[in-house]
């Protein structure tokens, strides 16, 4: 693993230490924790885009040119 060095106003630290001790964890673990979400953050979002693309491709479903009036799309 490689080492990382921020700067950071060390109110905020301390009040981080406090907050990750109760929590049953370290400030390194937060800030690896957070760096690893951030980076994968846009996998789940593409892998569903892609899903959804390829399932509306196989579909057969078609309106067969009928367009719905407002009014009839919200009737219960």
């Given at each position: 693993?490689?080492?990382?060095?921020?700067?950071?106003?060390?109110?905020?630290?301390?009040?981080?230490?406090?907050?990750?001790?109760?929590?049953?964890?370290?400030?390194?673990?937060?800030?690896?924790?957070?760096?690893?979400?951030?980076v994968?953050?846009?996998?789940?979002?593409?892998?569903?885009?892609?899903?959804?693309l390829?399932?509306?491709?196989?579909?057969?479903?078609?309106?067969?040119?009928?367009?719905?009036?407002?009014?009839?799309?919200?009737?219960?």
């Open positions: 693993m490689s080492n990382l060095t921020i700067s950071i106003d060390e109110t905020i630290l301390k009040k981080a230490r406090m907050r990750a001790l109760e929590d049953g964890t370290s400030v390194n673990a937060l800030l690896r924790d957070y760096l690893e979400r951030y994968n953050s846009g996998q789940p979002y593409q892998q569903a885009t892609q899903t959804l390829a399932i509306a491709k196989r579909s057969t479903a078609a309106s067969q040119g009928r367009r719905w009036a407002r009014d009839e799309l919200y009737e219960r």
